[in-house]
């Protein structure tokens, strides 16, 4: 749940042009907070395990774009989890913010000058970040940056690394930060991807494609590669729905770089998953958090929750979408999951889903 907090309306230095500034995650990071290497959590689900497990090995192998994976393939070992289980094997990479030693370009926006109008602290947008990527996977089962022209209705101007079209969160629950709704209750849903009606400001999400292509690769400094686990637990026995949840999401905490200067945890890194899964008709995959979160189901984009922004809840209705994605009930298909954080002051992380069983994908 997004904590009670007000923003004004976002603008750059430079410009702005009556765009909604919402809070990146919620505040109280500490009410989910975790041990890192023991998978315990204070929060509302099982935390991850920090460094235990090989996580996904990287080695050529078969988990390829868009195509069926063998239902009776062993994967790679990750986390120690057996070949079908509830555990999503995770590559997490370790960045540095930017304006610091080693920063990167793309991670802490406000140390770029991003400011609220009224000079507070920046802390992200719903509008800006759909489109951040290509709807498929690129060879390397890795996402890849868009960077072609932006849709833009007439008169309208956005830059380059905004994302090709904008985002219209849906409000229906009351969830969605809003100058009449400065605190939320309630989910805020992704809602749909349409042409741009804004001029957003004279910023960027993400730079170019090198440095997006730096997210998912290790590259000796520039980021820090470190193996780990996601444990998802059945919310009730027999229930058939597993989740794992938790609004400090910090599994990195005191490795990699160290935390980030000047606070409690670790923000700047990625997560990276592969598995597949046997689809079968009725099943649901639920995400909600900040900030980035990209879900390809057979090599193409099922989910898009790009960008910096406040806790957005998106869902794959697998059933709706198979022609889209191109599956069949009964087949095994490849899942592979992009998130980032990469803004303070906190980093909420939620799934859930009634997929009993997911095995580690080999990737390069």
Known sequence: ???????????????????????????????????????????????????SGTGVILDPGTGGTGVILDPGGTGGTGGGASSCAQVLPVTYRDFQAYGGPGGHDDFEAKARGVKNSDGSTFEGWNEIGCGLVEPTLGANSKPTAYTGAPMTMPGVVVGLGLGQLQR?????????W???????????????????????????????????????????????????????????????????????????DNQGFGNTPGQTHNYHFTTEIHVKFKYTAGQTFTFRGDDDLWIFINGKLALDVGGQHQALKGIIDFDAQAATLGITPGMTYSMDIFHAERQTSASNFRIETNIKCFEPVVVK
């Open 1 to 51: 749940m997004l904590s009670q907090r007000s923003f004004s309306a976002l603008t750059l230095a430079l410009t702005v042009a009556s765009l909604a500034v919402v809070s990146c995650s919620a505040t109280g990071e500490d009410n989910g907070s975790k041990t890192n290497g023991s998978g315990s959590s204070t929060g509302t689900g099982a935390g991850p395990s920090g460094t």
């Open 168 to 176: 219209n969160v849906s409000n229906a629950q009351g969830g969605c």
């Open 178 to 252: 809003t100058a009449a709704n400065p605190n939320p209750m309630g989910d805020c849903l992704v809602g749909e991807c349409v042409p741009w009606t804004i001029s957003p400001p004279a910023t960027y999400s993400i730079k170019n494609a090198t440095t997006f292509n730096q997210w998912y690769t290790t590259v000796a400094g520039v980021n820090m590669e470190i193996p780990g686990e996601l444990q998802l637990a059945e919310t009730t026995p027999g229930s058939g729905i597993s989740v794992f949840d938790t609004n400090a999401f910090f599994p990195i």
